[in-house]
């Protein structure tokens, strides 16, 4: 059976994967837009501290130490994933804070990859991430400590993903692909040209999956939703095991990698269209936001400024399912700020489906929710 993805982000590279891996003949096909979400997103894996649990997210986290172990098996062995933990900085508000606290106790204690939950004061948080700054500034108030929450490098995922994939012979296609269908069901891809036959297609092209999928008729609500996000390096610092920082409420965030850099975001700016630009509004928001918390980040240098197009389904959650025509179409998309997150587990369920499969073999996953066509019907 061929099978052909359309779209090398996290998704797409991890449903190639598992095809190669089930057996299955892949073809990866991608354009290389500016702005993927993959190559700019941080890499956060903490899916029990938001405010509505999102199933695919848990799954997820919980399916990394099987992927890395797998990608090791191929001669992969680094895509920068590091378990330090996290801090959620609860709100002053002494009743919200006890509100988050219960919530976020409840779900890890519910999910054994989230690990210890403790209470930390500002002190024991600033020994974590001395960046918080001391008493006269900075972050002061309490926070939980999530021991099971990691970071990764999307980039040197997806890179990982694809060079595994070939290991098994997955074939890589540059160009943009137009879906092939006739007699109700799809035929293959075209591109620059070249028809490449297909039992099966994966549409995985994240925010630009409507122009994608709209010559065929499956008409899928994603937008694109931009997100700006700013690296930092504290030259001399050691900053390799300092944990995630989660500002409760706000949608920031903070953590570091093993070169001294620290990364800082993120903006989420709907309505942006494709507009691949570097804001003073956005660097301003997202600046601001870490040095209230973090004033120690002040004298860091700035090296880069990443921007990236989340896929923004129409009502937060994922589109994952098949579609009623034409037959042998996958979607899989909408995975927003959670791509990184979520995204290799949606693809495995992504490969299952194009291969005719049940989406999970161990669990009953129940994918009614993120029908890639639920806004269009009645």
Request: include cysteine; glycine fraction near 14%; charged fraction near 20%.
């Amino acid at each position: 059976m061929r099978v052909v993805v359309i779209g090398a982000g996290i998704v797409g590279a991890a449903t190639a994967y598992e095809l190669v891996r089930a057996g299955a003949e892949a073809v990866l096909v991608d354009a290389a837009h500016t702005g993927r979400a993959t190559a700019a997103g941080a890499g956060i894996i903490c899916p029990w501290t938001g405010r509505d649990e999102e199933p695919l997210a848990v799954a997820g986290a919980g399916r990394y130490p099987g992927l890395l172990a797998a990608l090791a098996e191929d001669g992969q062995h680094e895509v920068g994933y590091r378990k330090v933990g996290a801090l959620l900085l609860l709100p002053p508000d002494e009743a919200r804070a006890e509100q988050v606290r219960a919530r976020v106790t409840a779900r890890a204690a519910a999910d054994p990859h989230a690990g210890e939950v403790t209470t930390v004061d500002a002190t024991e948080a600033r020994q974590l991430f001395p960046a918080l700054g001391h008493q006269d500034g900075g972050f002061g108030g309490t926070a939980l400590q999530l021991s099971g929450a990691a970071r990764l490098d999307g980039r040197r995922l997806r890179a990982a993903l694809v060079a595994a994939a070939e290991r098994h012979g997955l074939r890589t296609v540059a160009g943009t692909a137009g879906i092939e269908a006739r007699d109700g069901r799809v035929r293959g891809v075209r591109v620059a040209g070249e028809l490449i036959g297909a039992d099966a297609v994966v549409a995985a092209a994240g925010a630009w999956s409507r122009a994608l999928l709209d010559p065929v008729g499956v008409r899928v609500e994603v937008v694109p939703q931009r997100g700006q996000i700013v690296h930092l390096r504290l030259p001399g610092t050691d900053t390799a095991h300092w944990p995630v920082v989660l500002p409760a409420g706000t949608g920031h965030y903070l953590l570091t990698f093993d070169d001294s850099r620290v990364v800082v975001g993120a903006t989420r700016e709907d309505g942006s269209g494709f507009d691949h630009r570097v804001t003073a509004a956005g660097l301003a928001e997202v600046l601001n936001q870490a040095l209230a918390v973090a004033p120690g980040l002040a004298p860091a240098t700035h090296l880069e400024t990443r921007v990236g197009f989340r896929p923004a389904g129409p009502d937060g959650l994922p589109l994952l399912g098949t579609v009623p025509g034409p037959a042998g179409l996958v979607v899989a998309n909408g995975l927003g700020s959670g791509g990184l997150t979520a995204g290799p587990y949606a693809g495995a369920v992504a490969a299952r489906l194009a291969l005719g499969r049940e989406p999970d073999p161990d669990v009953r996953l129940d994918l009614t929710p993120y029908d890639p066509l639920r806004t269009a019907r009645p």
